[in-house]
T-cell receptor, first 114, second 115 residues
Framework: DTAVSQTPKYLVTQMGNDKSIKCEQN?????MYWYKQDSKKFLKIMFS???????INETVPNRFSPKSPDKAHLNLHINSLELGDSAVYFC?????????????FGPGTRLTVT | AQKITQTQPGMFVQEKEAVTLDCTYD???????LFWYKQPSSGEMIFLIY??????QNATEGRYSLNFQKARKSANLVISASQLGDSAMYFC????????????FGQGTILTVHP
């Protein structure tokens, strides 16, 4: 069973389009995250939800809007895509309620904006 | 603000030898944890090992051990008996107990294992 899954794995789209990435975890974790990995492989947190509540919102453009319908799902919607949005987006989850624990990552979504 | 530094962009090691990947960190918070992740060329992020700031002993997980030197603010990863499958990018990351698990990552080190 896949612990953290993301769809789609690859996304190729044109500038100006709107796209969504979906994430699901079956680990029963209380916290989910979105990270962006740029072309230099640098990983940076974008958002975090704890029990469906937004708790971390780094300086990310308003075009990015996360949504957590329930504890097991965290989606990322991106409006008006720009060339600079091309990156790999990782979803992750962890159990924060019991302390600082490792995060389990999804396989990543490679977004290419042309 | 917390900061993680990995000063080795690339490292080479012979198969079956041990290798140390460096990681230094900076934080004023006394309660934190350090993580190492492996990212093979296939792209997934694999958790390797964790060290809490209050842990008295260095963490070990199979062939991975973490050389934690709190006073020097370093958390180096030691891989013993390297295997070809260890070739990958390795990331050091830090989280604080107070920050809902938010991780700050270093720049990564590419490890290449030679046969």
């Amino acid at each position: 069973d896949t612990a953290v899954s993301q769809t789609p794995k690859y996304l190729v789209t044109q500038m100006g389009n709107d796209k969504s990435i979906k994430c699901e975890q079956n680990l029963g974790h209380d916290t989910m995250y979105w990270y962006k990995q740029d072309s230099k492989k640098f990983l940076k947190i974008m958002f975090s939800y704890n029990n469906k509540e937004l708790i971390i919102n780094e300086t990310v453009p308003n075009r990015f809007s996360p949504k957590s319908p329930d504890k097991a799902h965290l989606n990322l919607h991106i409006n008006s895509l720009e060339l600079g949005d091309s990156a790999v987006y990782f979803c992750a989850s962890s159990q924060v309620g019991t302390g600082l624990n490792e995060q389990y990552f999804g396989p990543g979504t490679r977004l290419t904006v042309t | 603000a917390q900061k993680i530094t990995q000063t080795q962009p690339g490292m080479f090691v012979q198969e079956k030898e041990a290798v140390t990947l460096d990681c230094t960190y900076d934080t004023s918070d006394p309660s934190y944890g350090l993580f190492w992740y492996k990212q093979p060329s296939s792209g997934e992020m694999i958790f390797l090992i964790y060290q809490g700031s209050y842990d008295q002993q260095n963490a070990t997980e199979g062939r991975y051990s973490l050389n934690f030197q709190k006073a020097r603010k370093s958390a180096n990863l030691v891989i013993s008996a390297s295997q070809l499958g260890d070739s990958a990018m390795y990331f050091c990351a830090m989280g604080k107990y107070s920050s809902y698990g938010k991780l700050t990552f270093g720049q990564g080190t590419i490890l290449t294992v030679h046969p």
